[in-house]
């Protein structure tokens, strides 16, 4: 098929770029930078339906990845390219003749405070979520799939905290925390919680592109279906790149409260970077949250290839080519 991809600058967006082309299919990625990938390349914004249409038009199906990633920032900038942005894809997608449509949600749009455990993916809601990261995502989600139809089927992936080498997202930030003596754990560190090692995510995605037809108006939640808990997950990783475990933690409700005051100071100061903790994180880091895969691996006849075990492995040995 001819394949658009947006936002493939990311470590994802590369990751399934890779898969589909070795898949045989022909790809065009969309984003506002120049990409380095050795495909057909459009460059525009999201936000602006004449960049869109010319990125969408010719195009037999889109995974539609680009999206503010973000803890911080103005509610208007995550409504205008998460979900602005994705009412533009899905417009244009039904204008144009697109086939299918991936949409790349998150776990987050259904994440409200409490601990998830062998939870199924569950309807999106932007009322209940911490954040407006969450809170456009499932925003978008909902607009997505909506959408859908017989004539442009959308199905809506969640890949669950996504890591492996040159991550800059998770492993990037956890590794210069700690390098810096900056990492702590929130709460015990034992709360369970699902990831997905970036090989895993990729496959998932064309996995959901080959499926859509049959999967229009559903959300599935991806993972390696390997819980395993924050200090063992954040441990693994900084030994990975040679850097010892945390070994302080910080209560959890002192961690929330810290990561509201943060915020405010961040929002109201129009600060620069991200603040050191955020109510979200907090949650995040001292909140069980894995999901039961069953129904994700029989709709889309799909499972992982790369254990978490064998992740870590490639992560270390990715570090030791860097020269760490």
Known sequence: ???????????????????????????????????????????????????????????????????????????????????????????????????????????????????????????ADPKSTRGHYATSKAEAELLALEASSPELPIVAIRPHLVWGPGDEQLVGRIVDRARSGRLALIGTGLALIDSTYIDNAADALVAALDAAPRLGGRALVVSNSEPRTVRELVGRIVESAGVKPPRRSVPA?????????????????????????????????????????????????????????????????WYRVQGV
């Open 253 to 317: 409700r002192l961690a929330f409260g810290g990561g509201l005051v943060a915020e405010r100071i961040w929002d109201r100061g129009g600060l620069d970077g991200e603040p050191p903790m955020t109510s979200f994180l907090a949650e995040q880091l001292s909140t069980a949250h894995w999901f039961d895969q069953r129904e994700t691996h029989a709709a889309l006849d799909w499972t992982p290839t790369v254990s978490i075990e064998d992740g870590f492995e490639r992560l270390a040995a």
């Open 1 to 123: 098929m001819k394949v658009l991809v947006t936002g493939a600058t990311s470590l994802l967006g590369r990751a399934t770029v890779d898969r589909l082309v070795e898949r045989g299919h022909e790809v065009t990625v969309f984003q506002r930078g120049v990409s380095g990938l050795s495909v057909a390349e459009q460059r525009g914004d999201v936000r602006t339906p004449a960049d869109v249409d010319l990125a969408v038009e010719g195009h037999e199906a889109v995974i539609h990845l680009a999206a503010k990633v973000a803890v911080t920032g103005d509610w208007a900038d995550y409504e205008q390219v998460n979900v602005g942005g994705t009412a533009n894809v899905v417009d244009a997608a039904h204008r144009l003749g697109v086939g299918r449509i991936v949409y790349v949600s998150s776990p987050s749009v259904v994440h409200v405070g409490t601990p998830l455990v062998g939870a199924s993916a569950g309807r």
